[in-house]
């Protein structure tokens, strides 16, 4: 059965599971009739370095996908869309067994004034390194993107998407399967579209992988940035942190949901989540559930959590002492708490380069 | 004409959440002078530090404090920073996500002009300082506070001390959690501040042994909410001998 019919014989989502509890299915269709599957706009994508210079052999972008095996399950629903509307624009990003780089790769994806969506195939070879930055731009209208993909044996991968669209709907699904041996940081940084519904899962199948999950998500004005992630021990000795930081001001809504599962015969597996919302205003809400499913007895740790709460006022009064005005302190405060997982994605190159991008966005906050 | 006193309190009345902790305080110090004040747990100093740098939750009942004549107030805590006051914490505030260097040269963008804040000047300033703090280069990527030791949330006090050069600076409890080299480095760090310059200097402490090495012009001791005893370095000597029941019985 191809992608669309697969999704048409789905039907609506049910609200009563988490993943569609705060965004129903029909608020994030690029109609709102979900029994449409609409013909979009392809994005336009390039790939650079982070200096602006030509991505270097053995890096490389190609029209066209590819088979992958052992991916995550994922929602049907949103992995079926995705997959229908992009069958014609789908990408592969290749990087080659062992190829390395200190200089980050930029994807771009300028999601035009239409509404257009991409699938893209990451294939990272065998013990590559190399920090990819995946940023999203433009995207007046909607946007959808599923990435899905393999990580090497033995590869190091810093894989961070900028979410910076001018507004509009963001629909995202990431299925990443990660090789044995294999260390991933996902950073996630989104401060644009005014409504995000993003759902990402990675699977380590084989033995050592290593999965860190960041996010650093700024909501202001009316946004409803809604993001699912979930995490799946499959082998011995597998470890994942997930660490998920959103500062929600205005009337905006965000929403974290997380998963850890650690299936049987996960021996030695290692897992933890921790959500934080700083709320800065009385109007702004966070809702963070992270969940556990834990069917082997003989981990190392399986822990969660969730802290909720306004800016500090003794950090506050602490940085006004140092001559900082309120505004100021403000955001310095909302700066340092997103920093505090935005400086874990990646090099110190990289990390500049995201506070930078992000130092733009707390500029136009309403103080 | 005689200049004018740096801080003046007069009849000082401060507590919060309607509770009264200072019942009239009253205490001048002149340009260039460093004081002391010495009391039991809860007599009042810390509170007394908080109403001088403007903490929101102490409520001011009478009074008035004048940093160079002018009332400080009705000035928000920022504004007296930028007019020269300094408070070193008791317990500084980690914030986790900041960098001690930008922390650095956002403070003294603030207070100093942003001209202090950059260029090899500032950048020498800060090496010397944290030289002779005994504070490393790589503290300067670490997080505010985050993850600091009792003595090297002190010492990073210290270094902003000297690095903001107030008029007057605070330091509430600054020797509390040193040991005996940490106290020796950071009276130096104050000395090195304020000794030589028309600043002052009010330190809030319970033991003596950081005014060994300070050595302030005047001592006062402060007990349920009121300043009892006032004098020079002898007093801190009979304190640490005889405690605080003498100056009940006085």
């Known amino acids: 059965m191809d992608s669309a019919s697969k999704y048409l014989d789905l039907g609506e989502p049910s609200r009563s599971s988490h993943l569609w509890k705060y965004t129903p299915w029909k608020r994030v269709h690029p109609s709102g009739n979900i029994g449409e599957i609409p013909k979009l706009s392809k994005p336009k994508l390039s790939l650079s370095l982070l200096d602006g210079d030509d991505a270097p052999d053995g890096i490389t972008l190609i029209e066209g996908g590819k088979n992958e095996v052992d991916l995550p399950d994922t929602d049907e629903i949103t992995h079926s869309f995705l997959e229908a509307i992009s069958e014609n624009s789908k990408w592969t990003l290749k990087v080659d067994k062992g190829f390395h780089s200190e200089n980050p790769v930029v994807l771009e994806i300028e999601a035009g004034d239409e509404a257009s969506s991409c699938h893209i195939s990451l294939d990272i070879g065998e013990s590559a390194e190399i920090e990819i930055v995946t940023k999203v731009t433009g995207g007046k209208d909607w946007f959808g993107l599923l990435r899905t993909g393999e990580v090497g044996s033995g590869a190091i991968l810093n894989d961070v998407l900028i979410g910076l669209m001018e507004r509009g709907t963001m629909l995202r699904t990431d299925s990443i399967s990660v090789g044995r041996d294999a260390h991933v940081r996902a950073g996630t940084v989104s401060s644009g579209s005014e409504k995000t519904k993003s759902d990402v899962r990675f699977r380590m199948g084989q033995i050592g992988g290593s999965v860190r999950v960041l996010g650093s998500i700024l909501s202001t004005e009316s946004m409803h940035l809604d993001h699912h992630i979930e995490i799946h021990h499959d082998s011995p000795q597998t470890f994942s942190r997930l660490s998920w930081h959103s500062a929600c001001g205005g009337d905006s809504r965000t929403v974290g949901t997380g998963m850890l599962r650690v299936s049987d015969g996960s021996k030695g597996a290692d897992a933890a989540q921790i959500f934080h919302n700083l709320l800065l205003s009385e109007k702004a809400e966070a809702d963070s559930i992270p969940e556990l499913e834990v069917m082997e007895h003989d981990v190392v740790g399986c822990g969660h959590g969730t802290a909720n709460g306004p800016i500090d006022e003794q950090q506050m009064f602490y940085l006004e ?45 309403e103080s | ?187 130096e760090g104050v000395n090195a501040a304020i000794r030589g310059t028309n600043s002052g200097a009010l330190i809030i402490t319970h033991y003596s042994r950081i005014l060994e090495h300070v050595m302030p012009d005047k001592i006062h001791v402060l007990m349920d909410g009121k300043i009892v005893a006032s004098g020079g370095p002898e007093l801190a000597t009979k304190l640490e001998e005889h405690g605080y029941e003498w100056l009940k019985e006085d």
Not at chain 1, 329 to 335: D, E, G, P, V
Not at chain 2, 26 to 55: C, F, Q, Y
Not at chain 2, 63 to 86: I, T
């Open chain 1, 321 to 365: 002492a140092r001559g900082l005005n309120k505004q100021e302190a403000k955001r310095t405060l909302i700066a340092a708490f997103l920093n505090s997982t935005l400086s874990e994605m990646g090099s110190e190159r990289l990390h500049e380069w995201l506070v930078s991008e992000l130092t733009k966005k707390l500029e136009t906050l």
């Open chain 2, 1 to 187: 004409m005689a200049t004018l006193p740096l801080l003046k309190i007069s009849s000082l009345r401060a507590g919060i959440d309607d509770n009264s902790i200072l019942k009239g305080i009253d205490l001048e110090i002149r340009p260039g002078e460093i004081h002391a004040i010495m009391g039991r747990n809860g007599s009042g100093k810390t509170t007394t530090a908080n109403v001088i740098m403007g903490h929101p939750d102490f409520e001011v009942e009478d009074g008035e404090v004048l940093l160079e004549g002018k009332s400080l107030l009705e000035l928000e805590a920022w504004e007296r920073a930028r007019q020269g006051v300094f408070l070193s914490f008791q317990y500084p505030q980690s914030v986790p996500g900041l960098q001690v260097g930008n922390f650095l040269r956002k403070s003294v963008s603030s207070i100093r002009g942003e001209d202090e804040a950059k260029g090899a000047g500032f950048r020498d300033s800060l090496k010397q300082a944290m030289e002779s703090l005994d504070i490393p280069r790589s503290f300067l990527s670490r997080y505010v506070n985050d993850g600091f030791s009792g003595g090297e949330k002190k010492r990073f006090e210290i270094l902003q001390l000297m690095l903001l050069k107030p008029k007057l600076a605070v330091l509430d409890e600054t020797d509390s959690g040193l040991d005996i080299d940490g106290i020796r480095t950071v009276a």
